[in-house]
Nanobody, 117 residues
Framework: QVQLVESGGGLVQAGGSLRLSCAASRSIFMFNVMGWYRQAPGKQSELVATITNGISTNYADSVKGRFTISRDNAKNTVYLQMNSLKPEDTAVYYC???????????WGQGTQVTVSS
């Protein structure tokens, strides 16, 4: 069983920064893709960023140039550095991990990010 635990959410003013962390209970080498999704109240879940095989990254257009996804293999942790935050970034952010051979997919419990104007 794999557990993903997010942290780092909170309340920040527009223009500020936060760094989200997603710590896995097992080596993240086992995951082909790790990513962050978010869901705002009354809206569908949307992809924010992914990192594939620890190398290639992909971002939603709405966060390009502001957010950066990275991973630390030694700490089994994936990060989402969020800069220049906007009120529309307010959402619950979820960590996701995907294994192609299975396939298997895992989710964290979510962390709230609130950006005030």
């Amino acid at each position: 069983q794999v557990q993903l635990v997010e942290s780092g959410g909170g309340l920040v003013q527009a223009g500020g920064s936060l760094r989200l962390s997603c710590a896995a209970s097992r080596s993240i080498f086992m995951f082909n893709v790790m990513g962050w999704y978010r869901q705002a109240p009354g809206k569908q879940s949307e992809l924010v960023a992914t990192i594939t095989n620890g190398i290639s990254t992909n971002y939603a257009d709405s966060v390009k140039g502001r957010f950066t996804i990275s991973r630390d293999n030694a700490k089994n942790t994936v990060y989402l550095q969020m800069n220049s935050l906007k009120p529309e970034d307010t959402a619950v952010y979820y960590c996701n991990a995907y294994v192609r051979r299975g396939p298997y997919e895992y989710w964290g419990q979510g962390t709230q990010v609130t950006v005030s104007s």
